[in-house]
Every structure is written in structure tokens, then in C-alpha cells.
Nanobody, 119 residues
């Protein structure tokens, strides 16, 4: 049974910081890429940042220089450090993990955590 649990959302003023955490319970399986997505009201879910098992990162343009993704492979945990937050960063943030299981590679999602940035 694979489960991803997120922590760290909340309300913050513009210019502030938040740190999101996501811990994955994967049993005997392993994880390739991990990432963070977000979905604002009335918009499609979009990729925010990804990190490979080896630590290679990728960000969407609007968060480059403000957000930092990191992970601990031993703990199956990924973080998203968000700084200089803007009202347009307001969204539900979802953790994602590409889990390698007996049946192959499959994406798993966390339940989402709300981030609200006030102006």
C-alpha cells in the first residue's frame, strides 16, 4: 500500500515563506522522480517542481529562484521550500511520486495541502 502525506500548508502574507513536506510510505517498492504540483481555483493542475532520485531538479519558470525542491531518499521524503511568495502562488499543492512496483511505474498523489498567500 503506497501512501503520500503532505504537511506544511497555510496562510502567509505576500513576501513570506512556507515549507511543504511530503512523506511517502511505499513498503518494499522504490521511488524514481518526486515532485510538487499545484491547482488554483478554476485552473488545471500544473507542475511546480520535480526532483530525480539522483537530485536533478526542474522548475516552472514562475517559481525559479523562489522555490527549492529537495528530497531524502532514505526517508522517502520530499520538501518544497517556498520563498518570496506571491498571491498567484495560492493553490492546493499536491505531492507526487513515481513508484516502481511489481507492476511497473505508477504515479501516486498526496491528498493536497492548501497554500494561501494574501496581498
Amino acid at each position: 500500500q503506497v501512501q503520500l502525506v503532505e504537511f506544511g500548508g497555510g496562510l502567509v502574507q505576500a513576501g513570506g515563506s512556507l515549507r511543504l513536506s511530503c512523506a511517502a510510505s511505499i513498503g518494499i517498492f522504490s521511488i524514481n522522480d518526486m515532485g510538487w504540483y499545484r491547482q488554483a481555483p478554476g485552473k488545471q493542475r500544473e507542475l511546480v517542481a520535480t526532483i530525480s532520485w539522483g537530485g536533478e531538479t526542474n522548475y516552472i519558470g514562475s517559481v525559479k529562484g523562489r522555490f527549492t525542491i529537495s528530497r531524502d531518499n532514505a526517508k522517502n521524503t520530499v520538501w518544497l521550500q517556498m520563498s518570496s511568495l506571491k498571491p498567484e502562488d495560492t493553490a492546493v499543492y499536491f505531492c507526487n511520486a513515481d513508484v516502481v512496483s511489481i507492476g511497473g511505474l505508477r504515479k501516486y498523489w498526496g491528498q493536497g495541502t492548501q497554500v494561501t498567500v494574501s496581498s
